[in-house]
């Protein structure tokens, strides 16, 4: 990854510091410095020639709104030992995902190293592809050849609820950040709004690079069970959203059914090796009901020590989003996402990293308006993403990613 960022103004321009790293592909196109700020330049402001522009950016738009910054359902406390001297007195379900945390605590270094990690900056790039119609699914099965929108981005986090998150897509740029009180998010697209319900973690995160925050999530958690994944025979640690919790990310048309979050843990090495989770809501709008289903799927891999603690160094994550509901048939959809990403550079206990840091943007708009809300926005961009598609072949389709293709994209 590079970290300086051309003047745009012309090819001779001095380098300057960059906010978001620039993936080292893009400097591939030519050793002449010229020609890579060129192509550079071209990759932030210009449109591949082959795809229509508009659709394109409503892609992006609809990769970053999903992908890029999602949160997970629960707070986290991180105040509290991440043993648990009192597994016995707990049902069995309890007491084995109890033990399931404990190895999965020691195998990433064990609670006095986890606990001595105050603060954390990663560094990392990713690759992401969206499909919406049933031909568009090569997209995603072709990212290993190249295809898909590259970017890279640089998460900050001090322990216990404050992180801050900027990811750059082919020229388009999120950030997402909690100050420990609000959790928001902020676009070009989109003025910055906040999340709903108490500050949840960012599920980037806890993707591999925060076991104590991981471990802290599954403290209350049951195991249903056994899995294999990838060849590796699993535990399977499951963990509902509490009603209250619901209501409170709820509003008056938007009501969110259910979240649940599973953790697959290696029974070989005790590390976390896919983290899953899955909800359900309901939109009321112009007297119909529309139901959305979300489900989310990381496979955590390239597990490395640092510090004494093991770090995930990537991994994929694919997203099924399906909508159904409404009199026709053009309400139901169905779409599918995918990101390859992987750390370049990870850091922990960074100095002078304080909570000024991670304070929201200051035209943060805090009024509980029926877009505010990360899932309804999710909604929103989905909605024009289809349409955009829609309006590419010339009719609208009803989408139906077959079960066949599903399976064959989930094993890539």
């Known amino acids: 990854m590079r970290t300086l960022w051309p003047n745009l103004a012309g090819d001779d321009g001095l380098e300057t510091v960059l906010e978001v790293p620039i993936p080292d592909e893009m400097f591939a196109a030519s050793s002449n410095s010229g020609k890579s700020w060129r192509a550079i330049r071209t990759w932030l402001k210009s449109p591949r020639p082959s795809l229509d522009y508009e659709r394109r950016a409503v892609e992006i738009q609809f990769l970053l709104g999903v992908i890029g910054a999602p949160l997970l359902p629960l707070p986290l406390s991180c105040s509290h030992s991440l043993y648990d001297r009192n597994i016995k007195a707990h049902p069995i379900e309890k007491s084995m995902a109890s033990y399931i945390v404990q190895q999965y605590v020691a195998a990433s270094g064990g609670e006095h ?36 929108e590259l970017g890279g981005f640089v998460l900050w986090q001090k322990s216990p609820a404050l992180w801050s998150l900027e990811l750059m897509l082919s020229g388009f740029k999120i950030s997402a950040g909690c100050d420990g009180n609000v959790a928001w998010r902020q676009t070009p697209w989109q003025h910055s709004r906040a999340s709903r319900g108490p500050p949840r973690p960012l599920r980037r995160s806890l993707q591999g690079l925060d076991p104590r925050g991981t471990a802290d999530l599954f403290s209350n958690s049951i195991c249903t069970g056994e899995k294999t994944i990838n060849g590796d025979d699993c535990f399977v ?26 953790g697959y843990f290696s029974q070989k090495t005790g590390l976390l090796v896919q983290l899953e989770d899955s909800q359900s809501l309901r939109i009321k709008s112009a007297g119909k009901e529309i139901q959305w289903e979300t489900k989310t799927e990381s496979l955590i891999q390239d597990y490395r020590a640092i510090g004494g603690v093991n770090i995930a160094h990537g991994g994929r994550t694919t997203v099924s989003l399906s909508r159904f509901g409404g009199d026709d048939a053009e309400s139901c959809s169905r779409s599918r996402m995918e990101e390859i990403w992987s750390i370049e550079e990870i850091d922990f206990n960074v100095k002078g990293l304080s909570t000024e840091c991670f304070l929201p943007p200051a035209e943060l708009r ?22 955009s598609c829609a309006s590419r072949s010339g009719k609208k389709k009803v989408v139906a990613i077959d079960e066949q293709n599903d399976d064959h994209d989930h094993h890539l």
């Open 113 to 148: 190293a986890l606990n001595s990690i105050e603060s954390m900056c990663a560094v990392g790039k990713v690759k992401m592809a969206a499909a919406d119609l049933s031909s568009d699914i090569r997209k995603i099965k072709s990212m290993k050849k190249g295809a898909g």
């Open 237 to 262: 640690l499951k963990l509902e959203a509490e009603s209250s919790t619901l209501m409170a990310r709820s509003s008056s048309n938007a009501e969110i059914n259910r979240h649940t979050i599973w």
């Open 366 to 387: 805090i009024e509980w308006g029926d877009d505010c809300d990360e899932d309804r926005f999710r909604c929103k961009v989905l909605d024009k993403y289809s349409r």
